[in-house]
């Protein structure tokens, strides 16, 4: 199979809008908010969200006719901090045609305003945690070398395994760091989830539930090789839209050995060992571990002869900015720079 790389998609944002509402002095108000959203959870267009150390008042999440849910979040305990009284969390890449105008339009209802001041909101949004991800088709995690730059200096780096000692995945950066970045097997991690829920369906009386969960197992199973790139802005401290084109590429920070490609070869046992040693220790340092030896030369010819190809980290950041408009979700001048 051609290995094919897939445009990215935003799989997460976090964004704040200034919904200047204090629940602690505005409680008429807040009690009037939670009539309304009771009235649409009745109606089967919410559902309330029960949220651990969440720091808002009020919590709830909107389910869009596309079946994607919308947390939202209001009423914050502290604006200052928080920078807007209303946190919006979602995953764009799961939102259907249509989704983004119903999703304004429960909104405005649940906060009691008319259109154009909820346009005025979504004009001044800003950005706390941006997720931009990219699947390459037809690679296989087991055949590629991930070597992510300053590695090094990071305080996390964690490989998963599965029970054969198979790397699934790395992740780069720490919990609380600015930044994080993760490679990981998709279709792995599709037969995970595919299996979770057989296991669930497992325990349900329905079998017409088992039986489609079953089905969505062994389409799990057989869908090609697929390897997800993800780059996870954790903390943008309140970025405003137009400044997101500023940010720095993060998929540069990426590059990737392809074992399958042609280019310069190694004596088996060598490059079983140099192979090992990258998954092991890391690239920088199986490389800097031959740094001096008598296979340095052939060493370096095999890597730089096997860099992918297929991998143009400013194309597919370059459409970062261009995906936040196509989520429909914000007026075209909250990205022009006021």
Request: proline share 4%; net charge positive; charged share 25%.
């Amino acid at each position: 199979m051609a290995i094919r790389v897939a445009s990215p998609i935003l799989d997460k944002i976090v964004f704040l809008l200034p919904w200047d509402i204090d629940p602690r002095v505005d409680k008429a108000k807040i009690d009037k908010l939670n009539t309304r959203l009771q009235k649409l959870i009745d109606k089967g267009d919410c559902e309330f969200a029960h949220i651990k150390g969440s720091r808002y008042f009020v919590r709830f999440r909107v389910i869009l006719p596309g079946g994607h849910k919308v947390l939202v979040q209001l009423g914050a305990f502290d604006q200052s901090r928080n920078k807007g009284g209303l946190r919006i969390e979602l995953n764009p890449s799961q939102m259907e045609k249509g989704d983004a105008a119903f999703f304004r339009g429960i909104l405005r209802r649940v906060l009691a305003i008319n259109t154009q001041r909820l346009r005025e909101l979504f004009v001044d949004a800003v950005i706390n945690k941006l997720h931009v991800a990219v699947d390459v088709h037809g690679i296989d995690l087991r055949r590629v070398l991930v070597y992510y730059q300053y590695a090094e200096k990071l305080s996390v780096i964690c490989k998963r395994l599965n029970k054969a000692g198979l790397i699934e995945g790395y992740n780069f950066g720490a919990k609380g760091s600015d930044y994080q970045a993760a490679v990981y097997d998709k279709k792995t991690e599709r037969i995970h989830r595919a299996v979770e829920a057989l296991l669930r369906a497992g325990r349900s009386a329905d079998e017409s539930l088992k039986a489609n969960r079953v089905t969505q197992f062994y389409t799990a199973k057989g869908v090609p090789e697929r390897m997800r790139v993800e780059v996870r802005g954790q903390k943008l401290r309140g970025m405003a839209l137009h400044n997101v084109g500023t940010l720095s590429n993060r998929f540069a920070w990426f590059h990737f050995i392809d074992l399958n490609a042609e280019g310069s070869d190694l004596p088996p046992i060598l490059e079983q060992a140099f192979v090992s040693m990258c998954r092991d220790i890391g690239a920088a340092a199986a490389l800097k571990a031959f740094k001096g030896s008598r296979q340095v030369r052939k060493i370096n010819a095999f890597w730089r002869s096997r860099q992918a190809a297929w991998w143009q980290p400013e194309r597919m950041w370059g459409q970062v900015d261009g995906l936040l408009k196509a989520t429909n979700l914000f007026p075209p001048e909250a990205f022009v720079a006021p």
